[in-house]
Nanobody, 126 residues
Framework: QVQLVESGGGLLQAGGSLRLSCALS????????MAWFRQAPGKEREFVAR????????YYAPSVKGRFTISRDNAKNTVYLQMNSLKPEDTAVYYC???????????????????WGKGTLVTVSS
């Protein structure tokens, strides 16, 4: 059974940093593309960042590029999202998701993904 479990969310002030983790289990993710999405209250779920597990290549949404970094740890089977210079508009539930068997050159859509975690809440106060 495939499981993606996010952790690391919390409440912090604008300008702060936070690292989210997504622990993966139930299958090999060596051929997967992993992504982070987020959903703010009353808004649609939006793409944040993705990483191709095997090559380590990444892509970011313009709103987070230069502030967020996605990475993976093969030994720990974990994907991370390092978030710096956080802003109130970054407040959202952050979801980890995976997809295999597809090549995406840019942003991903929620409909592209096979598996999802349950999310972790990040609240940034001004």
């Amino acid at each position: 059974q495939v499981q993606l479990v996010e952790s690391g969310g919390g409440l912090l002030q604008a300008g702060g940093s936070l690292r989210l983790s997504c622990a993966l289990s139930g299958r090999t993710f060596s051929t997967a593309t992993m992504a982070w999405f987020r959903q703010a209250p009353g808004k649609e779920r939006e793409f944040v960042a993705r990483i191709k597990w095997s090559a380590g290549t990444t892509y970011y949404a313009p709103s987070v590029k230069g502030r967020f970094t996605i990475s993976r740890d093969n030994a720990k089977n974990t994907v991370y999202l390092q978030m710096n210079s956080l802003k109130p508009e970054d407040t959202a539930v952050y979801y980890c998701a995976s997809r295999t068997g597809i090549i995406i050159l840019g942003a991903m859509s929620p409909g592209d993904m096979d598996y999802w975690g349950k999310g972790t809440l990040v609240t940034v106060s001004s």
